[in-house]
């Protein structure tokens, strides 16, 4: 087929998807089928959102990713990983490189509000590239990006590596305790110290003053030491207290007078013990 008619039938069937709402698992599947290789969606935690079905080995980096849902941090450490993430972070469009495995990539970028907040990454597994691929996966990344604007959680993240990694927690969604005691390390949270989850209430909050984003960027100004992100009407925080007597020592005063000036809820847990079950403290 004529490399223009296919690339028109493309952009029709998925503009038809995204027209009927179809979801990021059904455009991946178009994607699939157009470009004839596997596809990956991830996000810049490296949890994978959608994939394509493909059930040949492809390499090492590439089945533990699809397995384990993540990126180990032993693979996100290496020299290779953060070359490759440089490359493609540093493109204004779809290139491609050399993966993990050796094996040839396409990767994009899908951005909202100038923010990155995920990757699709296509590997040759069962073709080699050809013309016109890098231009399909960049028309991939538009349709994808249109669709993230329309969720709540990516329209408020900061783009950081460990926002839907927290989210996954407070859903208790990871069953892999060794992933989530691997993950939580690489927060640069003392977890040999008091850790708890700090909620602040939103509902009643008015966007009209200030934008969540905003307000959340505030809390983090006084309250420095955090990880934070937008879940359910709710400020969500993992804070350390590594002195064990008072957990906001001096912030208390400064945080007391801004939740009372926002009309703003606070709720604190207890001491976090077991963080495979994070959805415990944040219910308390």
């Given at each position: 087929?004529?490399?223009?008619?296919?690339?028109?039938?493309?952009?029709?069937?998925?503009?038809?998807?995204?027209?009927?709402?179809?979801g990021?698992?059904?455009?991946?599947?178009?994607?699939?089928?157009?470009?004839?290789?596997?596809?990956?969606?991830?996000?810049?935690?490296?949890?994978?959102?959608?994939?394509?079905?493909?059930?040949?080995?492809?390499?090492?980096?590439?089945?533990?990713?699809?397995?384990?849902?993540?990126?180990?941090?032993?693979?996100?450490?290496?020299?290779?990983?953060?070359?490759?993430?440089?490359?493609?972070?540093r493109?204004?469009?779809?290139?491609?490189?050399?993966g993990?495995?050796?094996?040839?990539?396409?990767?994009?970028?899908?951005?909202?509000?100038?923010?990155?907040?995920?990757?699709?990454?296509?590997?040759?597994?069962?073709?080699?590239?050809?013309?016109?691929?890098?231009?399909?996966?960049?028309?991939?990344?538009?349709?994808?990006?249109?669709?993230?604007?329309?969720?709540?959680?990516?329209?408020?993240?900061?783009?950081?590596?460990?926002e839907?990694?927290?989210?996954?927690l407070?859903?208790?969604?990871?069953?892999?305790?060794?992933?989530?005691?691997?993950?939580?390390?690489?927060?640069?949270?003392?977890?040999?110290s008091?850790?708890?989850?700090?909620?602040?209430?939103?509902?009643?909050?008015?966007?009209?003053?200030?934008?969540?984003?905003?307000?959340?960027?505030?809390?983090?100004?006084?309250?420095?030491?955090?990880?934070?992100?937008?879940?359910?009407?709710?400020?969500?925080?993992?804070?350390?207290?590594?002195t064990?007597?008072?957990?906001?020592?001096?912030?208390?005063?400064?945080?007391?007078?801004?939740?009372k000036?926002?009309?703003?809820?606070?709720?604190?847990?207890?001491?976090?013990?077991?963080?495979?079950?994070?959805?415990?403290?944040?219910?308390?």
């Amino acid at each position: 087929m004529n490399m223009d008619v296919e690339f028109l039938l493309y952009k029709e069937e998925l503009l038809d998807a995204l027209i009927h709402g179809k979801g990021i698992q059904h455009i991946i599947n178009i994607g699939f089928k157009l470009l004839g290789n596997p596809i990956v969606f991830n996000d810049t935690s490296s949890k994978i959102i959608a994939n394509s079905s493909y059930d040949k080995p492809v390499g090492h980096y590439w089945d533990e990713h699809i397995k384990k849902g993540y990126f180990s941090n032993n693979a996100m450490y290496t020299a290779k990983f953060k070359k490759i993430s440089e490359k493609v972070d540093r493109s204004s469009s779809p290139i491609m490189i050399k993966g993990m495995d050796d094996n040839n990539m396409i990767t994009g970028k899908v951005i909202i509000d100038n923010i990155v907040i995920g990757y699709i990454i296509v590997t040759d597994a069962e073709r080699p590239f050809k013309d016109g691929d890098i231009e399909l996966v960049s028309l991939l990344c538009d349709v994808i990006e249109t669709i993230m604007k329309n969720d709540k959680f990516y329209k408020y993240t900061k783009g950081t590596v460990y926002e839907s990694f927290f989210k996954d927690l407070l859903e208790n969604s990871i069953k892999d305790n060794e992933l989530i005691m691997d993950k939580m390390r690489s927060l640069n949270l003392d977890l040999n110290s008091e850790v708890y989850i700090l909620t602040f209430d939103v509902k009643q909050y008015s966007n009209k003053k200030l934008p969540l984003t905003y307000l959340r960027h505030k809390i983090s100004e006084i309250i420095t030491q955090n990880k934070s992100l937008v879940y359910n009407d709710y400020i969500v925080l993992l804070i350390n207290n590594p002195t064990k007597v008072d957990i906001l020592g001096s912030q208390y005063e400064t945080m007391r007078k801004f939740l009372k000036k926002n009309n703003l809820y606070a709720g604190l847990s207890q001491s976090i013990k077991d963080f495979t079950n994070l959805k415990y403290y944040y219910n308390q």
